[in-house]
């Protein structure tokens, strides 16, 4: 099974400081992973995924097979990145199960 | 808490058939749960977003008698994919908003191929 683990449910830091959103992921293979964001009241929709290796609002993120991790980054946090963000799998062919991260609530203080 | 169940987790089936696939919210009641489609190498699409009681909300392009979506009780909403054709194969995951939280809980997927 495809899994990947946020250990933060909740986080919270000060306009322009760099915020880093923590995702692991525990499976073999070639990896193919997704941030997506759901700001309040609207919904979910793709951040960015790893292979594209673009920067979307200011974030990256980089997959780091030796820590098999896939934070997501940004070196400014505005108000308007707060919001909810998960980190997902994606089904490989043949694949089953993915256990989504259960996501990590950003909250910018101004 | 907020675990999501899916069922099954992967089916075959034969062109024309109809599948249905089962979302449950094990430990929560559910007043939302949400249906995606995941096309190999994609990201994951919103096909329907389902209420309790009350009919679906589809997606634009998402056919309403294709993708049949009922969300009968504020713990199981199920998706049926009738008559379905090879190019409905696909990743279909749910996820289950809890009743006053802003957070989606997401099942594990049921992958469907269909011959």
């Known amino acids: 099974a495809q899994r990947v683990t946020q250990p933060e449910k909740l986080l919270s830091v000060f306009k322009g400081a760099p915020v880093e959103l923590k995702c692991n992921y525990s499976?073999?293979?070639?990896?193919?992973l997704f941030w997506y964001v759901q700001y309040s009241r609207q919904r979910l929709q793709l951040l960015l995924r790893?292979?594209s290796r673009e920067s979307i609002k200011g974030f990256t993120a980089d997959l780091n097979k030796g820590e098999t991790s896939f934070h997501l980054k940004k070196p400014f946090a505005q108000e308007e990145d707060s919001a909810m963000y998960y980190c997902?799998?994606?089904?490989?062919?043949?694949?089953?199960?993915?256990?989504f991260g259960t996501g990590t609530r950003l909250t910018v203080i101004p | 808490g907020a675990v999501v169940s899916q069922h099954p987790s992967w089916v075959i089936c034969k062109s024309g058939t109809s599948v249905k696939i089962e979302c449950r919210s094990l430990d929560f009641q559910a007043t939302t749960m949400f249906w995606y489609r995941q096309f190999p190498k994609q990201s994951l699409m919103l096909m329907a977003t389902s209420n309790e009681g009350s009919k679906a909300t589809y997606e634009q392009g998402v056919e309403k008698d294709k993708f049949l979506i009922n969300h009968a009780s504020l713990t199981l909403s199920t998706l049926t994919v009738t008559s379905a054709h090879p190019e409905d194969s696909s990743f279909y995951i749910c996820?289950?908003?809890?009743?006053?939280?802003?957070?989606?809980?997401f099942g594990p997927g049921t992958r469907l191929t269909v011959l």
């Open positions: 996820s289950a908003e809890r009743g006053g939280e802003d957070t989606q809980y």
């Open positions: 790893h292979i």
């Open positions: 997902a799998p994606h089904a490989e062919t043949g694949a089953n199960n993915l256990f």
């Open positions: 499976y073999s293979g070639s990896p193919e």
